[in-house]
């Protein structure tokens, strides 16, 4: 007879021959603990079962004996705790097993019966138990002689016993595990595909990386980022690293070039003028210096520089730097290289930085830094991008995504069309995105919030971040003695100025104006024209907005501000009045505007008009206008002296209340941001004297450059001087100061230290006057809101120029014109130039988010409108995959499919269910599937025990934060989960509760593979398969039992 297990099947054949007498005798390569409970389970039991394994390593072949993919629908059964517990009761009482190194055939004696199953293992395909759609045609036959027998009898006979080596081994694979074994058992499969030039302990180790101090200084989360960092720049040639304010990217970026330093590469670092300091005091041998045993020797430019020909920046000559000869680029605050506008008449900085650093001379390697964009315009990631891929927009071909620019189009398409849902969530967004946008971000990004950190790292022995209190909320008059004196009033009498004097071109004779757009238009890229005297019109809105932001400060800096206006006004209708000298046949395209005979013939700064051109009676009419309202407004704005003018009293009553009543015990200290030097300069003044007689508190003014100031004794005024005396704690005063006596209580400073500075031994931050952008308050606050502070509580005061938020923004909306306030949730910065659709909508963000910061201290990712990085790539996953020792990495070997684990819920508003982790084994429309689920071929879906699909597989970076919040650390079973379920279930025997929830989570898996089909239509590589995957074909990897 020849068993086909179609119409005879092994199994049955093999059930028909046995009696309570029989002796079960196997002999065969290997056989899985499936297959033996299979066959144990359905003989009455006392038969001896002897079984012989043709190979003497089982550890080689340990695969073979756990995990046959063969089996994925037995494991869909998820019994298989009870199944392999039965095992192992069975081996250890009725079953005896040997290994021999003789190779032989496979077969199965019972008694006289013989059933012959060469090739194939001895498992549940073989015996029929489940179809693998494999031919089978098993011999069977009827041994009377009992030779067959004798033959295994000899071979047992020289057989070693290795009975406890199985039991071992069976014992590994017991799917109930600790759930930290589970998560790290998860991700190691999901992210087991790592190239080889991942980074290696080893190679850190051996440059001398791990011993600086700068590594030394690094938090656990902060060391991830720059491993993640440091592996994304080997492979794809750059990173961005975009952490949440206050998480110390600096120290990060810095950590990266000590690296590439330690290599002997030679490091640029572009950073934002006013942030420049930051940078500088890292590369100095002073003893302010607390990494100057790092001997960092990187070169330090502004932004700007990147715009100009020559002269000397700090102690660089630009006209003897080698732009081609730097092996890493860093790049911070790259937001600002976002647009790549065109100039007609000189090479822009993005240009410069892309043709004469990144892609000229030696390859360069770029580390991009970046506030956490919370973005509203995905596009653009498109420029800063391009410094990585030296502008190849196929450079990530080879990771699945053809086209860069294509899928941040894209992006941006499906954005825009999420955004006019009527109440539009981030997991909406999430469910809309391709695959394609999360892996461009997961390859180039690397992104954690303060909630991420506060998740999903133990920072006990850090501390915790502060308690936000609510924020304060002031609202100062300008005078003391006249209450109608207001910022509605003030603003009234700004809209009378035209102040159309800063657009020359304005002023033109007509005939003339073609002549001048030839000269000074330009067309960008896609071939639009962008008008200078569009661009003039908006550098008037830009002058309108600064008188008001400059009104909003202080009265003081109001008045210098207006002072300068006059003078520029004074100057140019004297230039008219004395102007007497007409050229004649002269045409502009051939004048040099800089040749100092013409300087009494021009008016105009870079666009240079000559006086003879323009309608002079005209302008002067504008000039003399605007004189008039600018002097009326002076001589009233300086009856308000120092006596008078409220809001510095307010902040005085602030302070002195503070002082009083301190929020930590003693702590005295204030930081006073204003977004003005002069306010700055102003505040300091009027304060430092007064708060050092009264209170004996030492004050300090930063500003930027040489301009600083302190009245603390023996103190420097270079910028790392005085934060060192402000926060000593943090800046490690007594190592790099330890003779310094007294400290700084009061800081007054601009945004020159808004970003990159640690000053968390202060607990008292003021906002002067309240930005524009919501971005730059949480900047500012970031200085004390910092993980690891000694504070328990912290606070936040805003100035606010009124109470009505409405009428506020309505008076900026006058300002502002026809001009378009930019969103600025991507990049923290205001483009007050571009002028695009949206213009209400913009507004009402900006009042909302102010409404919120009223109320609460919000973060940059928690700002409503966009999508944080953080919630999209899988950096922190994948540096866990590659923390997992060897030795863990062998016992996942041994883990069975469908391994689980118990855990309680310990996330809030998170319901209980059960999360799984299912491969797809069906390799047709993988690109469409990877675009729907980054992680295919895995999938994670956390459903409830309801049957509600509450984490979808589009969702797998929220899945995995919560399979690790859940999972890691827990290196124990929980006794008490352990007992309840072995009630419920049986020991694993009743499952039904759980296959019910996997058949849903398949369905919602099948109806995923619909969508990557219909997707797969429309593309031309893609092969349409015209059917969806059966449930067979999805293995069950993991899951997490969650209980309330």
């Given at each position: 007879?020849?068993?086909?297990?179609?119409?005879?099947?092994?199994?049955?054949e093999?059930l028909?021959?046995?009696?309570?007498?029989?002796?079960?005798l196997?002999?065969?390569n290997?056989?899985?603990?499936?297959a033996?409970?299979?066959?144990?389970?359905?003989?009455?039991?006392?038969?001896?079962?002897r079984?012989?394994?043709?190979?003497?390593?089982i550890e080689?072949?340990?695969?073979l004996f756990?995990?046959?993919p063969?089996?994925?629908?037995?494991?869909?059964?998820?019994?298989?705790?009870?199944?392999?517990?039965?095992?192992?009761k069975?081996i250890?009482?009725?079953?005896?097993?040997?290994?021999t190194?003789?190779?032989?055939?496979?077969?199965?004696?019972?008694?006289?019966?013989?059933?012959?199953?060469?090739?194939?293992?001895?498992?549940e395909a073989?015996?029929g138990?489940?179809?693998?759609g494999?031919?089978?045609?098993?011999p069977?036959?009827?041994?009377e002689?009992?030779?067959?027998?004798?033959?295994f009898?000899?071979?047992?006979?020289?057989?070693?016993?290795?009975?406890e080596?199985?039991?071992?081994?069976?014992?590994?694979?017991?799917?109930?595990?600790?759930?930290?074994?589970?998560y790290?058992?998860?991700?190691s499969?999901i992210?087991?595909?790592?190239?080889?030039?991942?980074?290696?302990?080893?190679?850190l180790?051996?440059?001398?990386f791990?011993?600086?101090?700068i590594?030394s200084?690094l938090?656990?989360?902060?060391?991830?980022a720059?491993?993640?960092?440091?592996?994304k720049?080997?492979?794809?040639?750059?990173?961005?690293?975009?952490?949440?304010?206050?998480?110390?990217?600096?120290?990060?970026?810095?950590?990266v070039?000590?690296?590439?330093?330690l290599?002997?590469d030679?490091?640029?670092?572009?950073?934002?003028?006013?942030?420049?300091?930051?940078w500088?005091?890292?590369?100095?041998?002073?003893?302010?210096?607390?990494?100057?045993?790092d001997?960092?020797n990187?070169?330090?430019?502004?932004?700007?520089?990147?715009?100009?020909?020559?002269?000397?920046?700090?102690?660089?000559?630009?006209?003897?730097?080698?732009?081609?000869?730097?092996d890493?680029?860093?790049?911070?605050?790259?937001?600002?290289?976002?647009?790549?506008?065109?100039?007609?008449?000189?090479?822009?900085?993005?240009?410069?930085?892309?043709?004469?650093?990144?892609?000229?001379?030696?390859?360069?390697?770029?580390?991009?830094?970046?506030?956490?964009?919370?973005?509203?315009?995905?596009?653009?990631?498109?420029?800063?991008?391009?410094?990585?891929?030296e502008?190849?927009d196929?450079?990530l071909?080879?990771?699945?995504?053809?086209?860069?620019?294509?899928t941040?189009?894209?992006?941006?398409?499906?954005f825009?069309?999420?955004?006019?849902?009527?109440?539009?969530?981030?997991?909406?967004?999430i469910?809309?995105?391709?695959?394609?946008?999360?892996?461009?971000?997961?390859?180039?990004?690397?992104?954690?919030s303060?909630?991420?950190?506060e998740?999903?790292?133990?920072?006990?022995?850090?501390?915790?971040?502060?308690?936000?209190?609510?924020?304060?909320?002031?609202y100062?008059?300008?005078?003391?003695?006249?209450?109608d004196?207001?910022?509605t009033y003030?603003?009234e009498q700004?809209?009378?100025?035209?102040?159309?004097?800063y657009?020359?071109?304005?002023?033109?004779?007509?005939?003339?104006?073609?002549k001048?757009?030839?000269?000074?238009?330009?067309?960008?890229?896609?071939?639009?024209?962008f008008?200078q005297?569009e661009?003039?019109?908006?550098?008037?809105?830009?002058?309108?907005?600064?008188?008001?932001?400059r009104?909003?400060s202080?009265?003081?800096?109001?008045?210098l501000?207006?002072?300068?206006?006059?003078n520029?006004?004074?100057?140019?209708?004297?230039k008219?009045?004395?102007?007497k000298e007409?050229?004649?046949?002269?045409?502009?395209m051939d004048?040099?505007?800089?040749?100092?005979?013409?300087r009494?013939?021009?008016i105009g700064?870079?666009?240079k008009?000559?006086?003879?051109?323009?309608?002079q009676?005209?302008?002067k009419?504008?000039?003399?206008?605007d004189?008039s309202?600018?002097e009326k407004?002076?001589?009233?704005?300086?009856?308000?002296?120092?006596?008078?003018?409220?809001?510095l009293?307010?902040?005085?009553?602030?302070?002195e209340e503070?002082?009083?009543?301190?929020?930590?015990?003693?702590?005295?200290?204030?930081?006073?941001f204003?977004a003005f030097?002069?306010?700055v300069?102003?505040?300091?003044?009027?304060?430092?004297?007064?708060?050092?007689?009264?209170?004996?508190?030492?004050?300090?003014?930063v500003?930027?450059g040489d301009?600083?100031?302190?009245?603390?004794?023996?103190?420097?005024?270079?910028?790392q001087?005085?934060l060192?005396n402000?926060?000593?704690?943090?800046?490690?005063?007594?190592?790099?100061?330890?003779?310094?006596?007294g400290?700084?209580d009061?800081l007054?400073?601009?945004?020159?230290?808004?970003?990159?500075?640690?000053l968390q031994?202060?607990d008292?931050?003021?906002?002067y006057?309240?930005?524009?952008n919501?971005v730059?308050i949480i900047?500012?606050?970031?200085?004390?809101?910092?993980?690891?502070?000694?504070?328990?509580?912290?606070q936040?005061?805003?100035?606010y120029?009124?109470?009505?938020?409405?009428q506020y923004?309505?008076?900026?909306?006058?300002?502002?014109?026809?001009?378009?306030?930019?969103?600025?949730s991507?990049?923290?910065?205001?483009?007050?130039i571009d002028?695009r659709?949206?213009?209400q909508?913009?507004?009402?963000?900006?009042?909302?988010?102010?409404e919120?910061m009223?109320?609460?201290?919000?973060?940059?990712e928690?700002?409503?409108g966009?999508?944080?990085?953080t919630?999209?790539?899988?950096?922190?996953f994948?540096?866990?995959?590659?923390?997992?020792?060897a030795?863990?990495?062998?016992?996942?070997?041994?883990?069975a499919?469908?391994?689980?684990?118990?855990?309680?819920?310990?996330?809030?508003?998170?319901?209980?269910?059960?999360?799984?982790?299912?491969?797809?084994?069906?390799?047709?429309?993988?690109d469409?599937?990877?675009k729907?689920?980054?992680?295919?071929?895995?999938?994670l879906?956390?459903?409830?025990?309801?049957g509600?699909?509450?984490?979808?597989?589009?969702?797998?970076?929220?899945?995995?934060?919560?399979f690790?919040?859940?999972?890691?650390?827990?290196?124990t079973?929980?006794?008490?989960?352990?007992?309840?379920?072995n009630?419920?279930t049986?020991s694993?025997?009743?499952?039904?509760?759980?296959?019910?929830?996997?058949?849903?989570v398949?369905?919602?898996?099948?109806?995923?593979?619909?969508?990557?089909?219909?997707?797969?239509?429309?593309n031309?590589?893609?092969?349409f398969s015209?059917?969806?995957s059966?449930?067979?074909?999805?293995?069950?990897?993991?899951?997490?039992?969650v209980?309330?």
């Amino acid at each position: 007879m020849i068993i086909n297990n179609q119409d005879y099947y092994l199994f049955n054949e093999i059930l028909s021959k046995v009696n309570s007498n029989s002796e079960i005798l196997i002999c065969s390569n290997n056989f899985t603990f499936n297959a033996i409970f299979g066959l144990l389970n359905q003989i009455n039991g006392g038969q001896r079962v002897r079984l012989i394994i043709n190979t003497i390593d089982i550890e080689e072949e340990k695969a073979l004996f756990i995990h046959n993919p063969l089996e994925v629908r037995t494991d869909a059964g998820l019994n298989g705790y009870y199944r392999l517990n039965t095992v192992l009761k069975e081996i250890q009482t009725n079953v005896e097993i040997r290994k021999t190194n003789v190779s032989g055939i496979s077969y199965i004696v019972i008694d006289q019966h013989v059933f012959m199953f060469a090739p194939h293992a001895f498992d549940e395909a073989t015996l029929g138990i489940i179809k693998d759609g494999r031919p089978y045609l098993f011999p069977y036959i009827l041994d009377e002689q009992f030779s067959y027998k004798q033959i295994f009898n000899n071979l047992w006979n020289v057989a070693v016993d290795c009975k406890e080596e199985l039991l071992y081994l069976y014992d590994q694979a017991n799917p109930l595990k600790p759930a930290h074994d589970i998560y790290q058992y998860t991700i190691s499969k999901i992210f087991q595909d790592r190239d080889e030039s991942d980074l290696k302990e080893e190679r850190l180790t051996r440059t001398g990386f791990k011993s600086s101090v700068i590594w030394s200084k690094l938090f656990n989360f902060q060391k991830d980022a720059v491993l993640g960092a440091i592996d994304k720049i080997e492979k794809y040639n750059g990173c961005i690293i975009a952490d949440s304010v206050g998480l110390g990217k600096t120290f990060e970026a810095l950590a990266v070039i000590k690296y590439y330093e330690l290599r002997n590469d030679r490091v640029l670092v572009l950073a934002p003028k006013k942030l420049r300091d930051n940078w500088i005091t890292y590369t100095k041998n002073y003893t302010t210096n607390i990494l100057e045993k790092d001997r960092f020797n990187y070169d330090v430019l502004n932004h700007t520089d990147l715009g100009r020909d020559g002269g000397m920046s700090g102690d660089i000559d630009l006209d003897k730097v080698h732009w081609g000869n730097y092996d890493l680029v860093v790049i911070d605050e790259s937001h600002n290289f976002r647009n790549n506008n065109p100039s007609k008449d000189h090479i822009t900085r993005y240009e410069r930085l892309m043709n004469q650093i990144i892609c000229a001379g030696v390859k360069t390697k770029v580390l991009l830094l970046s506030a956490t964009p919370v973005n509203t315009r995905l596009n653009d990631l498109k420029n800063q991008v391009a410094f990585i891929t030296e502008s190849n927009d196929q450079a990530l071909k080879e990771e699945g995504i053809a086209s860069i620019e294509l899928t941040l189009r894209q992006a941006q398409t499906k954005f825009n069309n999420w955004l006019k849902d009527s109440n539009p969530s981030r997991d909406g967004l999430i469910n809309r995105l391709d695959g394609d946008y999360f892996k461009l971000l997961d390859l180039l990004t690397i992104s954690r919030s303060r909630k991420h950190i506060e998740k999903y790292y133990d920072v006990s022995d850090i501390g915790k971040f502060p308690e936000r209190l609510k924020p304060k909320s002031m609202y100062s008059e300008f005078d003391t003695q006249d209450k109608d004196f207001s910022i509605t009033y003030l603003n009234e009498q700004l809209q009378l100025l035209n102040l159309q004097f800063y657009s020359p071109l304005f002023f033109v004779h007509k005939h003339l104006q073609p002549k001048y757009a030839e000269k000074y238009d330009t067309i960008t890229k896609n071939g639009t024209k962008f008008s200078q005297l569009e661009r003039e019109e908006s550098i008037i809105t830009l002058m309108r907005v600064n008188l008001l932001k400059r009104l909003e400060s202080s009265i003081h800096s109001f008045c210098l501000t207006l002072n300068s206006v006059l003078n520029r006004i004074n100057f140019l209708i004297d230039k008219i009045d004395n102007h007497k000298e007409f050229l004649d046949d002269v045409d502009i395209m051939d004048l040099d505007f800089d040749d100092e005979e013409l300087r009494d013939s021009v008016i105009g700064g870079k666009v240079k008009v000559l006086l003879q051109d323009i309608d002079q009676v005209k302008m002067k009419g504008y000039l003399e206008a605007d004189k008039s309202i600018i002097e009326k407004l002076l001589g009233r704005c300086e009856e308000i002296t120092v006596n008078r003018d409220q809001k510095l009293k307010d902040l005085i009553q602030l302070i002195e209340e503070k002082i009083q009543n301190p929020l930590n015990s003693y702590n005295k200290k204030v930081i006073v941001f204003s977004a003005f030097a002069d306010t700055v300069r102003y505040l300091y003044d009027h304060f430092a004297p007064y708060f050092q007689n009264k209170h004996q508190l030492n004050a300090a003014m930063v500003v930027g450059g040489d301009a600083n100031k302190t009245n603390l004794i023996d103190c420097k005024t270079d910028l790392q001087s005085i934060l060192t005396n402000f926060s000593p704690l943090s800046k490690s005063r007594d190592s790099v100061m330890p003779n310094q006596k007294g400290n700084i209580d009061l800081l007054f400073c601009t945004d020159c230290i808004s970003e990159g500075q640690n000053l968390q031994d202060c607990d008292y931050l003021v906002n002067y006057d309240i930005h524009w952008n919501p971005v730059r308050i949480i900047q500012r606050f970031g200085r004390i809101d910092r993980i690891g502070s000694q504070n328990k509580y912290i606070q936040l005061v805003n100035f606010y120029p009124t109470r009505e938020l409405d009428q506020y923004i309505d008076l900026v909306k006058r300002v502002k014109g026809r001009m378009q306030i930019l969103d600025i949730s991507a990049t923290g910065d205001d483009n007050v130039i571009d002028e695009r659709s949206g213009h209400q909508k913009e507004l009402e963000y900006r009042k909302k988010q102010l409404e919120r910061m009223r109320e609460s201290v919000v973060d940059l990712e928690d700002l409503e409108g966009g999508i944080s990085i953080t919630d999209l790539t899988f950096n922190d996953f994948k540096i866990d995959a590659e923390r997992i020792s060897a030795a863990d990495n062998l016992r996942y070997e041994n883990f069975a499919g469908a391994s689980f684990s118990l855990v309680r819920n310990n996330i809030v508003d998170q319901e209980a269910g059960v999360l799984f982790c299912v491969k797809d084994l069906n390799s047709t429309n993988f690109d469409e599937k990877l675009k729907l689920n980054l992680l295919h071929p895995y999938a994670l879906v956390y459903i409830s025990k309801a049957g509600d699909i509450l984490v979808p597989t589009r969702m797998g970076k929220r899945a995995l934060d919560l399979f690790k919040k859940l999972a890691f650390g827990k290196e124990t079973l929980d006794a008490e989960l352990l007992k309840d379920f072995n009630i419920s279930t049986k020991s694993g025997r009743y499952m039904s509760e759980y296959t019910e929830l996997l058949d849903l989570v398949k369905s919602h898996l099948s109806g995923e593979e619909k969508e990557a089909q219909i997707s797969s239509i429309f593309n031309s590589n893609a092969v349409f398969s015209g059917k969806v995957s059966n449930n067979s074909q999805y293995q069950v990897l993991s899951y997490l039992i969650v209980s309330a």
